[in-house]
């Protein structure tokens, strides 16, 4: 096992009928900007119970961040931060407009003239705004982390940022939320709350058994509870499990210790830039044939995997980790979500030159837990996908 340091300082309150107690968490003298999404929080009765926990505070509010959060718009927000001397930010919604805040975190005390250059400069925030987070849909593990990701629609990029002033300082986890997510959302959550699993699990062997049972406690609980999120109606505890563990897979416990990847983010996040696709969509359109094609670094963790996961038990190191890649996609697959590109654009022919050209421009030399994915490889990884 490697040396590693552990540190999350996000409370959580967890549990259906606690969204009051968000109240306790909040500076008195607050100026809160509350911000969301699309509206929804309106419909399901979420943004009236926010505005009761709110009573008493100086409230302004900030609606429309979208999926994959746009920087022009955060752009808007910012400008409202600032002439309404904001000094407490509260995310009302799911990973996107958590995303958004921890980019308003950081630009808000940021002293540079461009915020973009956060980004694009790879910038560490040590010290943000403060903020919280309602969940209201179980899918990044945004709430418990200080990571984000950035889209910028003008230039077609999306970018990743984060540092030790993004954690959220509280977040509410009310798996009664779920009711009024879609299905394909509830699809979307859970192939990335399992792909986040995979991105720091299948890698290669470091002796760090505890790290390897927490990563396959939250995969076997995720294929376990995937038919009844997605056939059955609402039931508290399927959706409690839910939320959970799309929390765990990515508050930084299952990383601590072991090497990790994060190659199928990467390249994910270029198919949704490039061509619109929902996250965890590219994520499934990418894993298994990044999988395929580092297979030699990747199959005695990949036969693990397999016999833990799946239990495959028959055959040799080798059939084994090809099996558990092919459940892979199978299970992406029996949340209805199709796994080549091509299902999602008939524009795809270019796409692997313009993400290996954008990832070379960019020094990305080797990604991958071995950082020996180079561009070159990043092309023909994305061409495996189409």
Not at 126 to 135: C, E, I, Q, R
Request: with cysteine; hydrophobic share 40%; charged share 25%.
């Amino acid at each position: 096992m490697r040396n590693f340091q552990l540190k999350n300082p996000t409370k959580i309150i967890f549990g259906k009928g606690e969204m009051p107690k968000m109240a306790a968490e909040l500076p008195k003298d607050a100026k809160i900007l509350l911000l969301y999404g699309g509206g929804s929080i309106m419909k399901n009765g979420i943004y009236d119970q926010v505005k009761a926990a709110l009573k008493g505070f100086e409230v302004a509010e900030f609606g429309g961040i979208p999926a994959n959060p746009e920087y022009a718009i955060l752009m808007q927000a910012l400008k409202v931060i600032k002439e309404k001397n904001i000094t407490y930010l509260l995310a009302v919604g799911g990973g996107s407009v958590i995303d958004g805040v921890k980019f308003l975190s950081a630009a808000a005390l940021y002293e540079g003239e461009e915020p973009w250059d956060i980004l694009t400069k790879r910038i560490r925030t040590k010290k943000g705004m403060p903020f919280g987070t309602v969940l209201t849909l179980p899918a990044t593990g945004s709430e418990m982390n200080s990571g984000a990701v950035i889209t910028r629609k003008d230039t077609k990029e999306k970018r990743t940022m984060g540092g030790p002033g993004l954690f959220p300082q509280f977040s509410v986890l009310d798996p009664e939320v779920i009711k009024s997510v879609p299905k394909r959302q509830l699809a979307n959550g859970l192939a990335d709350a399992y792909t986040h699993v995979t991105e720091q699990y299948l890698t290669y062997p470091v002796g760090a058994l505890l790290q390897d049972r927490f990563a396959e406690s939250i995969l076997q609980t995720l294929v376990e509870i995937a038919p009844k999120i997605m056939e059955e109606d609402f039931n508290y505890e399927t959706a409690s499990n839910f939320m959970w563990c799309c929390t765990m897979a990515l508050n930084g416990l299952i990383q601590k210790g072991v090497p990790s990847d994060w190659a199928t983010h990467m390249m994910g996040h270029e198919l949704t830039a490039l061509h619109g696709i929902d996250h965890a969509r590219t994520l499934a359109i990418i894993a298994g044939n990044h999988y395929t094609y580092t297979f030699e670094d990747k199959k005695e963790k990949l036969a693990q995997y397999a016999e833990r996961i799946w239990g495959v038990q028959e055959g040799t190191i080798e059939e084994k980790a090809r099996i558990g890649i092919i459940k892979t996609t199978e299970f992406y697959q029996s949340l209805g979500i199709e796994t080549k590109l091509s299902a999602y654009t008939d524009a795809y022919d270019g796409t692997a030159e313009i993400i290996a050209k954008r990832f070379a421009d960019r020094g990305w030399a080797g990604l991958g837990e071995r950082q020996k994915v180079t561009p070159s490889d990043v092309q023909k990884i994305v061409e495996m996908s189409y």
